[in-house]
């Protein structure tokens, strides 16, 4: 069965920490990872990572993806409460034989405060 | 930013009441999906369409239906709701046109849907 996991569940950090997002996958074929950041209700795209070791940023995000070893992690430098937020996980499988679905994780949730 | 609405925002309804989510989507993207999502859970794809008069099913088994007339709506339908029915609802859209579908989805702000 495909799946994805993430961790921590959830965290709480205080303003300009860094804290680092783990997600882990188990999937018989893979197309990319993707990261999405969920305020309130809307998820809204941040990343797509489809080789190893080459790194994404994004301002203060960046995320890189281990294909060997199966996870990826997002990276968040000098945190500002408006990161407050629940991060998600995904893994999109491949069109020709699984219709390119996404594999979703539980997403962690994260919380800065002043 | 996506232009991709969802109406009603939230629903509380009685068991045994048909109801139907709205989705529209602006950017004329031809794929179109509705996920489910419980607190603190994954998102689960319940349904999906590739265009115009196509739909499939998800890999979570859910009772409730879907159309697409138009490129730009895409419709959910439950018969008769029930309290297990209860849970948000997030319709999405990405690009690909008539070839696999992109992995950047599009989200709504969801219908948080309760029914007593």
């Known amino acids: 069965e495909d799946k994805v996991v993430q961790s921590p569940l959830s965290l709480v950090v205080h303003e300009g920490d860094t804290v680092t997002l783990n997600c882990s996958y188990e999937?018989?074929?893979?197309?990319?990872l993707l990261w999405y950041k969920q305020e309130k209700k809307a998820p809204t795209f941040l990343f797509m990572l489809?080789?190893?070791?080459i790194e994404k940023k994004s301002g203060r995000l960046s995320s890189i993806l281990d294909k060997k070893e199966l996870f990826s992690i997002l990276n968040i430098t000098a945190t500002q409460t408006g990161d407050s937020a629940v991060y998600l996980c995904?893994?999109?499988?491949?069109?020709?034989?699984?219709?390119?679905?996404?594999?979703f994780g539980q997403g962690t949730e994260l919380s800065v405060k002043p | 930013e996506a232009d991709i609405y969802q109406t009603p925002r939230y629903l509380v309804i009685g068991t045994g009441k048909k109801i139907t989510l709205e989705c529209s989507q602006t950017?004329?993207?031809?794929?179109m999906y509705w996920y489910q999502q419980d607190p603190g859970m994954e998102l689960h794809l319940i349904h999906y369409?590739?265009?115009?008069?196509?739909?499939e099913k998800g890999d979570l088994s859910s009772e409730s239906t879907v159309s697409r007339i138009r490129t730009e709506h895409f419709p959910l339908t439950l018969e008769s709701a029930r309290p297990s029915h209860t849970s948000q609802y997030l319709c999405?859209?990405?690009?690909?046109?008539?070839?696999?579908?992109?992995?950047?989805?599009?989200f709504g702000s969801g219908t948080q849907l309760s029914v007593l």
């Open positions: 999405a859209s990405s690009e690909g046109g008539s070839g696999p579908p992109s992995e950047k989805l599009f």
């Open positions: 999937v018989t074929n893979f197309r990319s």
């Open positions: 489809t080789s190893s070791g």
């Open positions: 995904a893994v999109a499988l491949p069109f020709y034989n699984q219709g390119g679905k996404l594999i």
């Open positions: 950017m004329g993207h031809d794929k």
């Open positions: 369409s590739y265009g115009v008069n196509s739909t």
